[in-house]
């Protein structure tokens, strides 16, 4: 079962996240507004995943993860290793002219026709090979895929050595809003200037991917930026107020401001055992109506956060509803992510 909120405007979308970004409404979109991402986040979400490879069932290929959908984290290695597409990796600038430059895993399709491109926003853990196989998939679906490696100047400079979870969450930190914004810029018009591209770009993202999918629709990003899809991700909060002896707590709240800014169409989509998403959506949903914003909410009921990733990976203690729950949410949302952005692309 899924909750739906849907709300109608012009045309373009933004990439998911996974925890509430408290800032002060004045300088949320400033490069030095903190972010306390990981401060909101579960002790399970903060658990690096486990690389599990689950065997085949009915419906699904062994090793290589349901055909159709993105690889889970247990079958991604396997999906890249037999991908038909050409993936590589690709050093880009920062910015025009600088010699500083970040790492980035591009996909192409199969297909001679010209592409829009998709930049695919990591979570915490890094540039892992769960999100390049996830780029694999886009491609597979018509898109030039570029993943950007976030990381690439607080670990010391471009590389194609994967982080550890652990190792990448604690340098994540050192990654403001102004820098992700760059990155998604650099990745995008590296992408868009290949003779195989068109001059357009959505970005999507998973938990901290996807707040930082947020935070480029109220950037505004560059010319053909159309929208974004957030995985379990919110944009901007409000910092709430802590009780005192007269007066109670005041919860942390969406930030109308910088929701004000966005100008594409966006997408939420989120697993509800994430209770902290989960609690913020109707409200969003409110703020997005009342500014006339282009917005689509889904709530899968039963999924967890990080529902595409996981899938139905078994646990070492299984729960087999869990599971099942977080398959289903992710045969929703990837083909609902498809078809958003083939409509923002105005393509088939």
Not at 233 to 239: D, E, I, Q, S
């Amino acid at each position: 079962m899924k909750k739906s909120w849907t709300v109608a405007l012009g045309a373009a979308l933004v990439v998911g996240g996974c925890t509430l970004q408290r800032v002060v409404p004045s300088v949320q979109s400033d490069a030095s507004s903190a972010d306390d991402h990981v401060a909101h986040m579960s002790a399970a979400d903060l658990r690096a995943p486990e690389r599990v490879a689950p065997a085949g069932d009915a419906g699904r290929q062994p090793q290589q993860g349901t055909p159709g959908l993105p690889a889970s984290n247990g079958t991604a290695a396997a999906r890249l290793a037999a991908s038909p597409r050409h993936g590589e990796w690709v050093k880009i600038a920062w910015e025009p002219g600088s010699s500083d430059s970040l790492m980035a895993w591009i996909v192409y399709p199969k297909s001679s026709a010209r592409a829009p491109v998709v930049v695919v926003v990591h979570e915490i853990f890094g540039l892992a090979t769960w999100v390049r196989a996830v780029a694999d998939q886009a491609a597979a679906d018509g898109f030039i895929a570029i993943a950007p490696d976030f990381l690439s100047r607080v670990r010391g400079g471009p590389s194609q050595v994967e982080l550890s979870g652990d190792s990448a969450r604690r340098l994540i930190a050192g990654v403001n809003a102004a820098e992700r914004n760059r990155a998604i810029v650099a990745a995008a018009n590296y992408a868009m200037m290949q003779p195989a591209a068109e001059a357009k770009y959505a970005v999507f993202g998973y938990c901290w991917g996807g707040s930082t999918t947020f935070m480029h629709a109220v950037h505004g990003g560059v010319k053909g930026f159309v929208g974004g899809v957030a995985f379990y991700g919110l944009p901007y909060m409000t910092g709430g107020a802590p009780a005192t002896a007269t007066a109670p707590a005041v919860p942390a709240r969406v930030d109308a401001d910088s929701i004000a800014k966005i100008k594409v169409p966006v997408m939420l989509l989120n697993g509800s055992k994430d209770a902290r998403i989960a609690a913020a959506m109707p409200q969003l949903d409110s703020i997005m109506k009342a500014h006339g914003k282009t917005y689509t909410g889904v709530n899968y009921e039963g999924a967890v956060h990080g529902f595409l990733r996981a899938q139905d990976d078994p646990k070492p203690q299984r729960d087999e509803a869990e599971e099942a729950a977080n398959l289903a949410a992710s045969k929703d949302a990837w083909p609902r992510t498809i078809a958003f952005l083939r409509r923002q692309f105005g393509s088939k």
